[in-house]
């Protein structure tokens, strides 16, 4: 059955949590442990954002789900790091972005 994105029923969550291992290493969030990474993906992915279902229903485009598992990302390692998230911030997230639509449609 698949996604109307790609193939996959399922995201790839050990590609996910390798993802997010590589956001956290930028951000400096080097100590969360790859189980809350995991908890913390899934809970956007089908938690109270719903977000795999509505890129199943075709509701959000593939760069749409990996931009807001991306930015949910980024603020909860930020919050996680201490830092301040209205400053602005020395990396670049975009790189990643092929990645994570990777990891989550294949």
């Known amino acids: 059955m698949g996604t109307r994105y790609g193939s996959r029923e399922h995201p790839d969550m050990q590609g996910l ?4 291992r590589k956001v956290a290493g930028l951000i400096g969030a080097q100590d969360v442990p790859d189980a809350e990474l995991s ?7 089908f938690g109270e954002k719903d977000a795999w279902q509505c890129a199943v ?8 789900t990996a931009n ?7 603020t909860w390692l930020m919050s996680r790091a201490n830092l301040d998230c209205l400053e602005p911030m020395p990396w670049d ?11 989550l449609f294949g």
């Open 39 to 45: 908890g913390f993906v899934e809970s956007i992915l």
């Open 17 to 20: 949590v390798a993802c997010a």
């Open 93 to 103: 997230l975009e790189p990643l972005r092929h990645e994570f639509e990777d990891a």
């Open 57 to 64: 229903m075709g509701l959000i485009t593939r760069e749409e």
């Open 68 to 74: 807001l598992l991306l930015a949910h990302l980024e």
